[in-house]
């Protein structure tokens, strides 16, 4: 019976060790969300942290075009809310040099106050818009260098 008791404990802080232990895919939802909370912030260093120098998306809009775009968009606007839904993670691949890709996909909406007025900025009324977007892992963080939207 104390056997069984001293077990006991054993078997919790392994499991929880085991859930709490931080792989890729929450590393990378974590950065997914810590962007989330740059853009609402209008925190533009940090916004600018997770788009990697070589951004190239669906559009042909290269990294400095897709930061001046976000630079006019967060002088026009007073509040902004980003609402995500569904999003799913994948880890890739690593490659030789261990460098992992990866990939998500989630509904986007954002909403935002502009003069005033709550305005729907990105996304539909019913459903959010599809997003999908690549990320390669730089140092500690994932970094956006493809999107479709």
Known sequence: MKKFLLIIPIIIILILIWLL?????????????????????????????YIDPQYLDAAGMTHDEITELMLQFLAQVDLIKVQMSGLKLNIDSTSKEDIIFASCSLGLRVLARYEGERVLAYGGIVHPASVRGLFRKAGQSYRLYYAEY
């Open 21 to 49: 232990y931080p792989t890729e895919e929450r590393k990378m939802k974590n950065d997914i969300m810590e962007l989330k909370r740059a853009v609402e912030n209008e925190n533009v260093e940090n916004i600018t942290k």
